[in-house]
């Protein structure tokens, strides 16, 4: 039967499999396993069947723990039932794994493998996910390329009904997972067949049902449990055979033959390497290479690895092969070899066969580190060598341990008659999503093979994305980055100067780029090195202005879809003509249903964007000498651990050798103050003249970029002449103060939050404000020198503002600057606030999410110090532990303090009677106290160092935390409200001195807004595309009902004041605190120039009501519990349906809209009913 | 006692109309309303530049921040359908309301596109309105828009509109036209069914505490009768489209005052939004109690009797308020 072809990504693939096959699907959002769970929720909304003729049931879990639990009893109740996850996501679901598999239960885990964090968290793939995994008697299935992900789905599942075997199938995160294909779709009569319904009956016999009662999950004792253990052995012997039927059966109804491990290359190899996962697809097109040329290499792939079937892989090893190298995309530190290697030994060892061959184990492509034909035949070289090295490492250069072999970089198989082309882009152009919708239509409309793969950032503002495409005649197996583009597109022309852009070109190439300039003008203005390299590589530029062209059409700065055509006219794929009536096709079935408008607008660009492009001939004058000259005088150097973060930002990470990069994950902080993005493109401008001095701009600058001085004249002496200052106003101040607001304007996104904040209005023109919005470039010279005047000026003495207004806690030099977060963020500007307020004692844990990627993803951080190098230490532990990881730093901390003063009592003699006293009672709750006592840890630390005694040396190295130390958890909704709530409810129940700050977003918004349980009933999110039915988790209730625990619910856009007295009072608090922050979010759906309004919109409308708990005065004078905002004063609809994530339901179901509506506006009046209440309520109690 | 009329074609039991207000959008309320003696019912606007902007909206903030992060490809579900993205669920309204009540329902369009017009008037007629109100909201604020443009367009829309549609067709006007006789006279040879005489626009206030423009929209009161109560009077004689009166019609009197100055029916919204679906049977009550002590036997009887060919004084309606407030004063004694 003809099957038409299809392009997806491996998550697609395998979910498009799982889906039809299962009834019930639990999962837990986790990069990059979440589409599948995406798609099936999609699957699942939209009422599409399952092959027996249900709709399965997709639940969201609160983790992967609770995913595995939910997975475990539905199918201990009889139901097919999968799963998805990755990296820590498969580690938290072990328990369950052992117990799936001991109690022989038939199921499929689809993984997405991913590397599991050690020295650092890396979202990339490798098997160290999967190989933690092998002990828990999972039968373990690898896919190698997209097309296989779907067809191993449908073959492990059938396999685990006729094994009882539970099976992990997994495949490569993001080279597999993400990567599209042009792939042909298993069709639904080939999945019934594979399924037998005996064995789903089977299934379904041995539940547990009250019909037919029986126990499982028992506990055994020493006599009886090692033989119980013993018992399923006979099922692991028949599951490499069950496997290996399925895919005979499945070859017969496809045409697709599979075997346990797959051999390729010459028939009488003598080198053979054995591997799985997508590096065996680049090892298959490489061996096809070199066997051409005449070399007897081949590979074995291997398909299945548990049950390990040693007599399986010794008959596909050809009996001429003398050296094995083995691979494997995992560590595991301390013993003898990594896991398939060990497994291969002792599968050669073990066989009957005494056949003399070197085996060698290796390992590649930790965390997607390239894998490239060049490194296969390096390998193969060691192979081949006199003594080659037992154990090695390749992709990278090891200085440290000599693991890693040499191979010869330009080693290139890309074949002449395929199209790889690279496209720069910005992640708000769109160039991935039209590079998609490109993909799409070569593959719907050529007989051309068809991959993409996009590599993205970290950042989250300005974050710059790479496609990479490939189109040919032939199967496309290369599962590494293009090494030899035969077309570049630049669709930004600021990424010319950050990137190389042409260092993957191949001679001949052709480069389009998007200009500013007019194409008689533009060679004038392209970096000196770009000049030279399209020079020497002979490059084919093309130029247009797709931002005039996108203006004009009325499409704003939507440049995809005239990138796309310019990309089709240049590259003739296929005929122009066809091509554009495809994109325009393909515009017509995205925007439809959106509106007429955009359909029209985008085919005037397409017309229009053609009529702009031009090709460039560069002038031949050119000299370059002269160019490479003015490269030369470009380059400098900074320090040693800068120069490695600089090569890191510049993409050239991968060129770092072993001993450039710390051996336990450690760093310095301070660093994104490096990086210099210059992502805005309009800078805010301070109009000192009418300003007044409130503070707000510098509050709620989500990247540290406004800041705020105040300082003696006689420092503007030196002053550049553009730098602006003004008297500082307000008695408070000392006479002669001058006050100024500085942008560091390399490092501003241009969010506008500050200008929007900015509450003073021109009186001759309202619509200016003290801080206007204006072009970057004219203004940058001289900002950039101002800023650095700026940095030069002191610090005010903290010791002397009163830091509890905003306008004077606006003073404090912010030590988290210049993240990358996403323009505009709501998020950061808490984290910023309790740096200023506390950053120099603070020590911070985080939870993974949002807040830990902008925080801790290389190559820089914006944690940062102050001038006396005082500033918070971070790290983060995992998503779920934060709670209890800070708990840690506190029990430490707390430990050392009485260590400290316990040798202060012991050494009261030595070190004076009078120091050690002040020394053990300073109350430290002030500023001035915090700087008092640091002077006296000074004094001690300088006798100390006279003294020799044990004592004296304990007491050296824990004299620090004599000063008070101030412990922050910090993490997301998604961390506090689901995963993490356990450890929080028992860290805060603990009673000790921790400061919990949950940034609320009310989705998780770092994997892609998945529900949690701080999503607000109404509102849409992935897993409740219908609108949330359930109303938001009121944490900070919950926790208020300990009565011990400091409790503030606060939304610095409503209310920036009472932000500040909240951090400070949960600071000051000894016990407890929890500070919950509405953060306003791009998963809401509106600009976040807006944030601040929807801030107070919620809590005007009663969503967000405002208050403090003090436990504090709980039993004394004043009212603990303090509301700090009134009652519903607008209706909630007049704040939710300005957010898309509210507003698109009415799209999607008006009706149910309507009733959510009501429901939730009900719950926003009992919720302040309830408010008030517990106002009485606590507040009587005193 | 006979308080039957005809409106655009449609015969109504009496002239008391609820004009476009957010009280049609739900059911029982428009049943409580001709429980209460409605005699047909506009519902709320379609307003197609809403639509438009909403889809804008919706597209750009769903995928503005996709395929931007390794982590987060997208931050939305993507809904398998959305049944409501061109203004389904109003068409769903006209249906329900069809359903749960008998007299007339007529939707209320404000288009800003030729294809708008076209495409959102099909849809109404198809979803079963007996009537279509044209409600252009648009203040020409463009210096180079002369007069005749305005007029054109105005024209233009209605035929378009006319040309699509088989139900009857009214037109909801501003007050601001230069020649406004002469515009009605125009329209109403374009083939209007009716002209609703007038649109209450949002006049912006300012806000002096925070020194921004803040929309602001105060109900009417009786007052503002007295402009469409002219309008009415001078032509009812002049034109064959039938007349809806509407701002400010609070009161039996109200009503009483408009029917006799020309209106075939009167409007009311702020009324209703103010004192609720029964203000109808009261003001029904009143204008029957009125007619019979003046001896009013039907509604028809009444209608015009004080328009501008009837009235005894008809240069009081033609002229400005200045003269005639003076007239005023002198014959009270003033002077």
């Keep these: 039967m003809a099957v038409n ?218 006599d009886v449990f090692f033989q119980a253990r013993e018992a399923g052995n006979a099922f692991y012997e028949k599951c490499p055979m069950i496997v290996q039927e399925a895919m005979n059966q499945f070859a017969a109804l496809t045409g697709r033959q599979y075997h346990l491990f797959e051999y390729v290359g010459h028939p009488q190899a003598e080198h053979l390497l054995i591997l799985m996962g997508s590096g065996a697809e680049t090892a298959e097109e490489t061996i096809h290479h070199l066997v051409d040329a005449g070399e007897k290499v081949g590979a074995i792939k291997v398909r299945l690895f548990r049950p390990f079937s040693a007599s399986a892989l010794m008959s596909a090893i050809p009996k001429t092969v003398k050296g094995i190298a083995v691979l494997d995309r995992t560590k595991e530190p301390g013993s003898v070899g990594e896991p398939l290697y060990n497994d291969v030994l002792s599968a050669v060892h073990e066989s009957n066969e005494k056949r003399n061959i070197t085996l060698l184990g290796g390992r590649y492509g930790l965390s997607s580190k390239e894998f490239t034909p060049a490194m296969i035949k390096g390998i193969f070289a060691e192979l081949e060598a006199a003594e080659p090295r037992r154990h090695f490492t390749v992709g990278i250069r090891d200085d440290v341990s000599q693991s890693s072999i040499d191979f010869e970089n330009d080693f290139s198989i890309e074949p002449e008659n395929q199209f790889r082309g690279l496209f720069y882009g910005l992640g708000s152009d769109g160039t991935v999503s039209a590079n998609k919708n490109s993909i799409k239509i070569i593959s719907a409309n050529t007989e051309n093979y068809t991959q993409g793969y996009f590599v993205y950032d970290s950042k989250k503002s300005g974050s710059v994305t790479i496609s990479h495409l490939r189109f040919g005649p032939a199967p496309i197996q290369s599962s590494y980055l293009i090494q030899k583009a035969n077309f570049v597109a630049c669709h930004q022309w600021q990424l010319l100067e950050r990137f190389d852009v042409l260092a993957q070109a191949e001679r001949g190439a052709t480069l389009l780029i998007n200009t500013p300039y007019p194409e008689d003008e533009v060679w004038e203005y392209l970096p000196a090195r770009l000049k030279l390299d399209i020079h020497k590589k002979d490059i084919k530029l093309y130029v247009v202005d797709a931002y005039s062209v996108a203006g004009k059409a009325g499409l704003g700065r939507r440049i995809n879809t005239i990138m796309q055509t310019c990309f089709f006219k240049i590259a003739g794929i296929l005929p122009f003509d066809e091509a554009l009536s495809e994109i325009k096709e393909s515009i017509r079935r995205s925007y439809g249903q959106k509106g007429d408008w955009l359909i029209e607008r985008n085919y005037l660009a397409l017309e229009a964007a053609t009529e702009g492009l031009a090709a460039v001939t560069p002038p031949a004058e050119a000299s370059i000498d002269e160019l490479e000259a003015s490269i030369a005088n470009g380059r400098q150097d900074n320090g040693e651990i800068e120069s490695i973060l600089r090569q890191i930002i510049a993409g050239k990470g991968d060129d770092l050798p072993v001993s450039a990069l710390p051996c336990d994950g450690t760093f310095p902080t301070a660093t994104a ?455 519903p004063q607008i209706p909630l609809e007049d704040y939710i349906y300005n957010e898309a994530r509210y507003k698109m339901l009415t799209k999607i179901d008006p009706a149910k809209a309507k009733q959510l509506l009501e429901k939730a506006q009900d719950g926003v009046n009992r919720q302040w009913d309830i408010h008030q209440r517990m106002s009485h309520l606590l507040n009587e109690e005193k | 006692m006979d308080l039957s009329t005809t409106y655009m074609g449609l015969e109504l039991r009496n002239p008391l109309v609820p004009s476009a207000s957010p009280l049609s959008a739900d059911v029982d309320v428009v049943k409580r309303l001709e429980d209460a003696g409605a005699a047909a019912i506009v519902m709320y606007s379609l307003f197609e530049e809403q639509i438009e902007r909403d889809k804008q909206e919706l597209d750009y903030f769903l995928t503005t921040y996709a395929e931007s992060y390794s982590e987060a490809l997208s931050y939305f579900p993507e809904p398998h359908e959305f049944r409501n993205l061109n203004a389904e669920a109003y068409l769903e309204q006209i249906v329900k309301l069809k359903e749960a009540v008998d007299i007339p329902v007529i939707a209320s369009l404000n288009g800003v596109s030729p294809g708008g017009w076209i495409y959102f008037a099909r849809q109404i007629e198809e979803a079963g309105a007996d009537g279509l109100e044209l409600n252009i909201y648009y203040i020409p604020t463009d210096p180079d828009l002369t007069a005749d443009d305005v007029e054109q367009m105005y024209l233009g829309d209605l035929l378009q509109v006319k040309s699509t549609i088989s139900i009857p067709v009214a037109l909801k006007l501003s ?161």
């Design chain 1, 5 to 222: 072809k299809v392009t997806m990504d491996g998550n697609q693939a395998a979910a498009y499999v799982a889906y039809r096959t299962n009834e019930v699907i639990a999962i837990y959002p986790i990069t990059p396993a979440s589409p599948m769970g995406e798609h099936s929720d999609a699957w699942s909304a939209a009422g599409q069947p399952n092959i027996w003729g249900n709709v399965p049931t997709v639940i969201e879990m609160q983790s992967e723990g609770g995913a595995a639990g939910a997975v475990h009893g539905s199918l201990q109740s009889g139901a097919m039932t999968t799963t998805f996850t990755a990296s820590q996501g498969l580690l938290l679901m072990l328990p369950n794994m052992y117990k799936i598999a001991g109690e022989l239960t038939p199921t499929v885990f689809h993984i997405a493998a991913r590397t599991v964090a050690t020295h650092a968290l890396s979202i990339f793939g490798d098997h160290s996910d999967v190989m933690a995994a092998r002990m828990t008697g999972f039968a373990m299935l690898a896919s190698n390329s997209v097309q296989e992900a779907m067809d191993f789905a449908l073959i492990s599942q059938a396999a685990t009904l006729g094994s009882r075997v539970p099976f992990l199938h997994f495949f490569d995160g993001f080279r597999t997972s993400h990567e599209l294909q042009k792939i042909t779709p298993v069709p639904d009569d080939v999945i019934r067949k594979m399924i037998d319904d005996d064995l789903v009956f089977a299934h379904r016999q041995r539940a547990l049902t009250s019909d037919n009662p029986l126990i499982r999950g028992t506990a055994q004792n020493p």
């Design chain 1, 673 to 1127: 103050q490096i990086e210099k993005r210059n992502i805005a493109r309009e800078i805010p401008v301070w109009d000192q003249e009418i300003c007044i001095q409130c503070g707000k701009c510098a509050m709620v600058c989500p990247h540290a970029v406004i800041r705020i001085k105040a300082f003696e004249e006689d420092y503007l002496e030196d002053a550049p002449p553009t730098f602006k200052s003004v008297q500082a106003r307000g008695k408070d101040w000392p006479e002669e103060t001058h006050y100024n607001i500085q942008v560091a304007p390399e490092d501003c996104t241009g969010c506008r939050l500050c200008v929007e904040v900015c509450p003073v209005k021109n009186k001759q023109k309202t619509a200016l404000k003290a801080l206007n919005m204006a072009p970057k470039d004219p203004l940058l010279d001289a900002e950039k020198e101002n800023w650095e005047f700026f940095l030069s000026l002191p610090e005010y003495d903290r010791s002397r503002l009163k830091i509890n207004s905003v306008k004077e806690s606006q003073v404090l030099q912010p030590l988290f600057e210049f993240s990358g977060a996403c323009a505009g963020c709501g998020e950061t500007p808490y984290i910023k606030l309790a740096t200023q307020l506390f950053g120099d004692r603070m020590i911070v844990a985080n939870a993974t999410g949002c807040s830990s990627i902008y925080g801790g993803n290389l190559p820089t951080t914006p944690w940062a110090k102050n001038k006396n190098g005082l500033g918070p230490a971070w790290s983060n532990s995992l998503f779920e532990d934060n709670a209890e990881f800070g708990l840690g730093f506190r029990v430490t901390i707390d430990k050392f303090e009485a260590q400290a003063r316990q040798l202060v009592r012991m050494l009261m003699t030595d070190i004076g009677e009078h120091l050690g006293h002040e020394l053990l009672i300073a109350d430290q709750s002030d500023e001035a106290e915090i700087f008092s006592q640091r002077q006296r840890v000074a004094v001690l630390r300088d006798k100390l160092s006279a003294m020799s005694s044990p004592e004296a040396q304990q007491l050296s190295s824990l004299a620090d935390y004599l000063v008070k130390k101030s412990v922050w958890i910090i993490g997301g909704d998604g961390w506090a409200y689901d995963i993490g709530f356990g450890g929080l409810d028992h860290v805060l129940a603990s009673g000790r001195n921790v400061n919990v700050l949950v940034l609320d977003t009310e989705v998780y918004s770092n994997t892609g807004g998945q529900m949690s349980k701080a999503t607000p009933l109404g509102a849409t999110a992935k897993f409740a595309a219908g609108g949330k039915s359930s109303g938001k988790k009121d944490l900070a209730f919950q926790m208020l009902s300990y009565g011990n625990v400091y409790v503030a619910r606060v939304a610095m856009g409503a209310n920036d004041t009472q932000t500040v007295k909240a951090f400070l009072e949960a600071e000051r608090y000894d016990g407890p605190s929890l500070i919950i922050a509405y953060s306003h979010c791009i998963a809401h759906g509106y600009g976040m120039e807006d944030g601040l309004r929807q801030q107070q919109a919620a809590v005007k409308s009663g969503h967000w009501p405002l208050f403090r708990y003090n436990p504090e005065l709980a039993n004394g004078e004043g009212k603990p519990f303090i509301m700090d905002s009134r009652g």
């Design chain 2, 175 to 335: 007050p601001y036209f230069t020649a406004f006789a002469n515009m009605a006279r125009k329209l109403d040879k374009a083939g209007v069914d009716a002209l609703v005489l007038f649109n209450r626009f949002y006049q912006p206030d300012v806000d002096l505490a925070t020194r921004e423009v803040v929309p602001n929209l105060e109900l009417s009161n009786s007052y503002e009768i007295r402009l469409p109560l002219r309008w009415m009077a001078i032509l009812h004689d002049e034109i064959k489209a039938s007349l809806a009166a509407t701002s400010g019609v609070h009161t039996a009197q109200d009503v009483l005052k408009l029917i006799m100055a020309g209106a075939d029916v009167a409007m009311l919204a702020s009324a209703l939004l103010k004192e609720g679906p029964g203000l109808i049977e009261r003001i029904l009550q009143n204008m029957q109690l009125w007619m019979e002590e003046h001896f009013f036997e039907s509604v028809s009887e009444m209608k015009g009797s004080m328009s501008l060919l009837s009235v005894a004084e008809p240069a009081a309606l033609l002229r400005a308020n200045y003269i005639k407030t003076l007239g005023s004063v002198r014959k009270s004694g003033w002077e």
